[in-house]
């Protein structure tokens, strides 16, 4: 990975509705102070030609949990940036909570920024309940049946934010949705679009441009047992680019060994022969968690490179994340910081 990659009012108002309002408010002010540095920044440095694309396969590097596990994510693909990695990963959200995240590169952010921004919701159905009969309805006094919420699928919105000052600034929008598949136990399939705005991209002829792509792909995630996942996620399958955008095809495994203790093993980009998204990628994670779930620890490699990272849950509704990352291609340590929280 280019590794370029986060009041009170006098009314009382709901705590979820004030633990959203916090949350946009954090969004609108790291958006605000991105905007402005940006202003700031009168040279334009054109950009070099490994650094064309930041991984423009659409397959997203979001999100601290991931990133701390060495990207080895397909199989798993759980929270709140799981959609850009495995749509499918939305299935298996816990119901009745939405779910928001905001990660930043909180390192060497004067040169370059990796930011997101992530949320997940539910879409129900109405579904009368099978058990009510001709009493229960005599004895409601002939009111309306009673009917249940059934969920239809969860879906997962969001953004990854790139920022080379002085370089290309790539804006993608994800949109994603998971469903699991009522006739095949344990199986869960999603799909995914994203739009990707370049600006001051420098192409092969040395000239600065601005353009925009599209692209779509599905995922898969099939929940073995208790203990084992198996996921693919396949990119640009669907796709309007000005430059070659080959389909990317990632598969993986995640092993529950324990308690609280998962393993995760990705092949990326297995049948790009061109490594025009990169070259072919062995990854591989595991993630520790304590005191029920209180405090995770992560450990990871991306074809040999390291990769840490750590959790910790201050409230059932908030949670506060942390990954480094050594990437290989620029020799440069990153950070990651992340906020996640319920609502």
């Keep these: 990975m280019q590794a370029v990659t986060l009041s009170r009012s006098t009314l009382k108002a709901p705590p979820a509705l004030l633990k959203a309002v916090l949350l946009i408010s954090l ?5 605000a102070s991105n905007a402005a540095f940006a202003a700031t920044s009168s040279t334009i440095i054109p950009t070099l030609p490994e650094q064309r694309g930041v991984r423009p396969s659409g397959f ?4 601290t949990r991931p990133i701390g596990m060495g990207e080895a994510y397909v199989a798993i693909s759980d929270d709140a940036s799981g959609f850009f990695w495995n749509p499918a990963g939305l299935a298996f959200l816990k119901q009745g909570k939405r779910v928001a995240e905001v990660m930043v590169k909180a390192n060497d952010r004067n040169s370059t920024t990796y930011d997101s921004i992530a949320l997940t919701g539910s ?3 109405d579904a009368k309940k099978s058990e009510f009969s001709i009493q229960q ?4 006094n002939l009111k309306s049946p009673v ?4 969920l239809n699928y969860n879906y997962g919105v969001g953004g990854i934010f790139t ?8 804006n993608n929008f994800v949109f994603g949705v998971g469903k699991k598949i ?17 600006t001051d991209y ?4 040395n000239q600065m441009e601005a353009f925009t792509e599209f692209s779509a792909g599905v995922g898969a995630i099939y929940e073995v047992n208790k203990y084992l996942k198996a996921g693919v996620n396949i990119d640009n399958i669907i796709k309007n680019s000005r430059y070659e955008l080959p389909a990317c095809f990632t598969m993986g495994l995640a092993l529950n060994i324990a308690e609280g203790t998962v393993i995760a093993m990705d092949g990326y980009n297995l049948i790009d022969t061109k490594n025009i998204l990169g070259k072919t990628e062995f990854r591989a994670g595991v993630e520790k968690s304590f005191m029920d779930n209180a405090f995770t620890i992560r450990l990871g490699t991306k074809n040999g490179n390291l990769n840490l990272g750590f959790g910790m849950q201050f409230t059932p509704e908030f949670h506060f994340d942390y990954a480094f990352m050594g990437d290989y291609d620029t020799n440069i340590q990153q950070h990651f910081v992340s906020g996640n929280i319920r609502f």
């Design 123 to 125: 879409v129900y159905s």
């Design 27 to 31: 969004i609108v002010v790291a958006c």
């Design 182 to 198: 009522d006739k095949v136990k344990g199986l869960a399939t999603g799909t995914k679009i994203r739009v990707a705005s370049y």
């Design 137 to 140: 309805y005599l004895e409601s």
């Design 147 to 150: 009917y249940d919420k059934q």
């Design 202 to 205: 420098m192409n092969a002829q």
């Design 60 to 63: 997203g590097e979001a999100g």
């Design 163 to 170: 920022n080379q000052y002085g370089g290309v600034r790539i």
